[in-house]
């Protein structure tokens, strides 16, 4: 079978999803239920329905796209990613998933094939953490692996619930209606750049991704005494910043220590209370991120750090608040699906590779109900979450065409 895509056309797309954006490109910045988001899923709801697709978005948002192709109630192939994008982010993260899945089917369709049983695009409401403190949101409630009710209490900054936010958005109905069944879905494919910089390195042309790094989350809350910057002298301190900053460099050091490159801990949040040059600081609440493949490593790593806290606490006579947000087991890729994107490589004529997701993605999730796998094309020099984020068009369209062939194997 010929799979022809449409290059130019996926490129124009991914130029105009880029455009809904609130920072000037070429960074793009795309807020869960932001003016902007609704108004790129409105244009990506319509370039689906001139697909031939029929769309229905549930109660959270997420948009799932069905070829009601062959037997219909036969379990569907799946494929997508997201669209959200953190602040002053890049332009290909998720949405080669997206716009790629998209392009693929299109292929598909073009090119005479008839599935035997349907092909889904599904668009994941906010994979990115951004405005609940929560990654992969949309598919946490699709798997099941998130509670519904919890969901919907979750707060962005400002205050709102999740409940209050998507319901303005125009997304009713109860969030236990999200779940779908183990069994709605025969396999699932996400396509994706690498988010680092093995493959171009290596200059292979496709990663194919054997297992996705297992990710948790930490809030933690340093409660400290506020005081006049000269007036309170230094031996009477309980300052919350220089108690933040001990237990930043532990992270760093402990995350350092542990014996393996995949082991990675980041406080990437640090939120000052009073943020005044001349005040000193009696809160502070940082993020801290924390991963590994190594279920069992990245949960030492998440109880060493619970130690470092209470060791700055009691030092300093601060309060700390450790809550763990989220600790999740890492996912095994498919190796079915593997098998077949393997030998679809090798139709196209492309070069490809084994190796592991040290990001998370919906994918984690989705492998609660489905056999997955991902797809990874090379992104210049490994960058990526910055305005600097690229891959080459020819990179992009070799993933689509392995995608569709994949897709339509396992459709078949």
Known sequence: MQIEVDARRLAAELDQLASFSTSDPPSVTRIVFSDVDLRARRWLKELCCSAGLVVREDPVGNMIARWNAGDHDAPAVGTGSHIDAIPNAGRFDGTVGVLGGLEAIRALKASGFAPKRPIELLVFTAEE?????????????????????KAGQLRDQAGSTLDEVRKAAGFHGSLSNVRLTTNRHAAFIELHIEQGPILEQSRHQIGLVTSIAAPAALRVVIHGQGGHAGAVLMPNRHDALTGAAEIILAVERLAGASGALDTVATTGLCDVFPSAVNSIPSRVSLGIDIRDIN???????????????????????????????????????DRRILDVLRRCCEDEGVTHMELVSRAYHDSLFMSRIAPV???????????????????????????????ARALAQLAS
């Not at 109880?303 to 006579?317: D, L, M, Q, T």
């Not at 992104?379 to 070799?398: M, T």
């Open 295 to 333: 279920l069992s490593r990245r949960d030492l790593l998440v109880e060493e750090i619970r130690k470092a806290i209470e060791g700055v606490s009691r030092k300093r006579a601060l309060q700390c608040i450790t809550e763990i947000l989220n600790a999740d087991d890492p996912a095994q890729c």
């Open 373 to 403: 796998a991902m797809v990874f094309i090379p992104c210049r020099a490994g960058v990526s979450h910055r305005a600097d984020e690229f891959a080459s068009l020819p990179d992009i369209a070799n993933g689509v065409r392995v995608l």
């Open 129 to 149: 953490p951004t405005r609940f403190g929560i990654g992969c949101l949309g598919s946490r409630l699709l798997s099941g692996a998130l509670d519904a009710e």
